[in-house]
C-alpha cells in the first residue's frame, strides 16, 4: 500500500523548472532510494513533499492530500525531513537539538522515551549529549540530524545525501543504521549520490535526470542496469 505518492509534481524556482511530472510512491515499510547527479532534482523532490517549494501536480501522504499545507503542518502529519548538509543548530547541544525535533509533541515523558530510543540508534550521542552541536565531527552531526528527525515519531523519514562529506567508515555504519531502522518498521525515501551503496539497502530505486524521472524499478534490477552502472556506478 502506499503511503507516499507525488503525482506529476513539477517545481520552480522562479523562471527555471526543476521538476518535469516527477511521479512517485513509496509503499509502507520500503527504503526507496532517489539517485541521480547534482542537480537533477533530488532535493528539490524532497523539498516539494515538504511543502517548502511550491509545486503543480499533487503530494499524497497517507491517503490525503497534502500538496496546499503548510510544512509544519506536513512534519506533524508523519514526514521526517532529513536535509541535505545535515543543518542541525551548531550551537546548541545536542540534548537541545534533540528537543527542537520534538517541538510539537507536549508530553515531557515522550521525548524522553524517544532521546532514550535515539540513543539506542546512536550510543555516540548519549556520550556527547551536553555537546554543542558544531564541535561535534561530521559523521556525529549526521547521527544527530538523523536522530532529530525521529524525535516527531514519524511514518517516513526523508534522508538527503546522508553520506555526503563523511570517510567511507563512517558512511557504512549510517547505511547499517538506516537499515536498522528500517527493519523496525520506518519507511525511507532515500536521496544519495552514492548510487551503489543506496541501491544496495533499498527495495526499489527512481533514476531522475534534469527534474524528470527517467528509469524505475527494484533496486538490484538497476544495478544490474547498463544504463545506470555507466551514468552512477562506474
Known sequence: ?????????EAYYGAIQ??????IDVNEGEIVTLIGSNGAGKSTTLKSICG???IRGEVWFNGKNISDQMPHMIAESGIAHVPEGRRIFPRMTVKD?????????KSKSLIRERIEKSFAYFPRLKERYHQVGGTMSGGEQQMLAIA??????????LLDEPSMGLAPVIVDQIFEIIQ????????ILLVEQNAYQALQIA???????????ILQDNAAELLKNDQVKEAYLA
Open 97 to 105: 537539538n534533540l528537543e527542537m525535533g520534538a517541538f510539537s509533541v
Open 203 to 213: 527495495h526499489r530505486g527512481y533514476v531522475i535526470q534534469t527534474g524528470e524521472i
Open 18 to 23: 526543476a521538476l518535469r511530472g516527477v511521479t
Open 148 to 157: 532529530r528527525g525521529l524525535m516527531m515519531g514519524p511514518r517516513i523519514l
Open 52 to 54: 517548502q517549494v511550491k
Open 180 to 187: 536498522e531502522l528500517n527493519e523496525s518498521g520506518m519507511t
Open 1 to 9: 500500500m502506499s503511503l507516499l505518492q507525488l503525482k506529476q509534481v
